[in-house]
């Protein structure tokens, strides 16, 4: 039986009132709403993660991050290394999310060593392939995805795959239920290729521009285990509707 789970990309948002409010009121709204089976996840920015920590541990909500580096420590100014997100009780770690391989330069092969890392230190990585506009335009959106898996995904990979069209994140223009459905069911089928056995139960994440209006559509395709939300996620409202939203 596959946990739905369902994550919150809060991107680079967030000062210290407003994300301790913005916990607060999630909190409160799982509180008083039934009992989920699903798996939920934030990911405040870097600042955010020593403050929020003590206000989410022993709740139903678990911390993610939204990048971590490959190496354990060392000359690397500005990074942050999979042992420091663990240390402060971080438990998820979404890795090239393609606002990161567009403003960083990360490819693929970044991508697979640090989700080689994040595992080691203990981080359940999330890791974001998609296609983007031109891509989809061309007819190469499979093949695109199809090289991402090969070449983001490490030999013994356990963690998540979340599908974001790039085109669809931040626009409002979520992909149609049919396109979603028809592309993880590549996914699937890739995942299988490479992994066998284990590829059949990893879990696969939609994510671009999920909102309250269309959660119910997205998350009831069949093998989708969930949605990476990033603007919805920044509204406790909305981001607890696509929660009661998983069938
Ligand atoms: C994201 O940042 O991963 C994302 C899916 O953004 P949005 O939901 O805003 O499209």
Redesign the pocket.
Known sequence: MTTPIIVG?W?MNGLSADSADRVKALLAGLASQRATGTEVVICPPFTQLALLAPQLKGSPVALGAQNCHMDEKGAHTGDIAPGMLTDLGVTHVILG?S?RRRDHGEVDETVREKAVSAAKAGLTPVV?IGETEDQRQSGEAQDAIGWQIKGSLPDGFAGVVAY?PIW????GLAATPDDIRTTVAFIRAELVRQFGESGKTLRILY????DAGNAASILAIPDVAGA?????SLKPDVFLSIVHAVP
């Open positions: 990309n991107k999310h606002e974001c974001e669809a994140i931040g626009t994510g671009g521009s999920v990476l939300v990033g603007g919805a």
